[in-house]
């Protein structure tokens, strides 16, 4: 007779509770709980975790938050490189990007592009092992970055398990994406500095970028970073394997519960392109999080795989930056 244990049944549905709960409010922007209910069934669930250490799961709610500062990073390889974007400064320039890959493949085919905003935080690669998160780590120079497992765990909006509801359950996952402080958050750490008598942040990048590297996950909880995925690999399998575009790539992001920046656009040409890159230029001053480009890509992962990369970007991604405005005070 295996003996269950009898509060096992009532920490599993606390957690089930709990993580639906924080991912409506923080991915979903959607609440579909009181925080005053969140609190008592959180601290119902520390209560039992407490008395039965035993019950504990890496993908508690309650273990988001590591209760010791660490002493130090380690250095670690990136299984699949970061890469990082040619820019290009305007429509011209983006015309000739769009001329240059054209000359590498020539097709007579529809091309489509997706156009995704370019998020002004700091990049963050992600490791999930059957589902688990098990390491996250910074960009570093692309190939070697630091771990930063603990302090990615306090991101609300970065799930802790995939949700693989509907999805063939995927082994092992790496996804890349944009760790980035909301403009309110960055105020109040700044007026925070101020009365401490601290050196102010000069921007939310360089803000994002140093809580990131707060040796104590306590200090990062607290400033509430936030997380937008954009892309997904499956190490030693070709992309194509669990989706075809980059549109599909997204979905499939937010569907294991990753937030994903929601103003995506499927252009069809690169006319569609360049007005959604006129559009954002003043509309993206009305978001709650700074930007400083559009990144279009080629949709389709096949004409990515065909293309490749030069020494230092992928051929079949530009980013077309907007020129560099000043933080906000
Ligand atoms: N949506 C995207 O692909 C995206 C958004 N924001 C960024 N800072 C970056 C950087 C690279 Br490299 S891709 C990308």
């Avoid at 991915?27 to 609190?39: G, H, S």
């Avoid at 990073?73 to 769009?98: C, G, K, M």
Wanted: glycine share 4%.
């Amino acid at each position: 007779m295996i003996q269950i244990h009898p509060e096992a049944q009532r920490t599993e549905e606390l957690r089930q509770l709990l993580q639906q709960a924080s991912y409506a409010y923080y991915v979903l922007d959607a609440p579909i709980m009181e925080d005053a209910v969140y609190d008592q069934l959180y601290r119902e669930l520390q209560e039992l975790e407490t008395q039965h250490p035993e019950l504990v799961t890496p993908d508690s709610p309650t273990q988001r938050v590591g209760e010791r500062p660490a002493t130090h990073f380690t250095s670690v390889r990136h299984n699949i490189p970061l890469y990082s974007l040619e820019n290009a400064f305007n429509i011209d320039e983006l015309q000739a990007w769009d001329q240059r890959w054209r000359r590498q493949l020539p097709t007579t085919d529809a091309v489509k592009y997706v156009s995704e905003l370019k998020i002004d935080g700091s990049a963050l690669a992600l490791t999930y092992q059957d589902g688990v998160l098990v390491r996250g780590a910074t960009r570093g120079d692309g190939v070697t970055g630091e771990e930063i497992t603990q302090n990615v765990r306090t991101i609300r909006s970065i799930p802790l398990r995939l949700n693989f509801d509907g999805i063939e359950p995927i082994e092992r996952i790496e996804v890349r994406g944009e760790a980035f402080l909301p403009l309110e958050v960055f105020k109040q750490i700044n007026e925070e500095r101020q009365k401490a008598g601290e050196q102010l942040f000069a921007n939310p990048r360089n803000a994002a970028a140093g809580t990131l590297r707060q040796l104590d996950s306590r200090i990062v909880a607290r400033r509430r970073l936030d997380f937008f995925a954009y892309t997904l690999h499956i190490p030693g399998m070709d992309d194509a394997s669990i989706a075809n575009t980059q549109w599909e790539a997204l979905e499939l992001l937010q569907k294991m519960g990753f937030r994903v920046n929601p103003n995506h656009q499927l252009c069809e040409s690169l006319a569609e392109v360049a007005e959604y890159y006129k559009y954002w230029d003043t509309e993206r001053l009305n978001l709650p999080y700074m930007t400083d480009g559009v990144v279009v890509k080629l949709n389709a992962f096949k004409l990515q795989e065909q293309l490749g990369f030069t020494q230092k970007f992928p051929r079949w991604a530009v980013a077309l930056k907007y020129p560099a405005e000043e933080a906000p005070t």
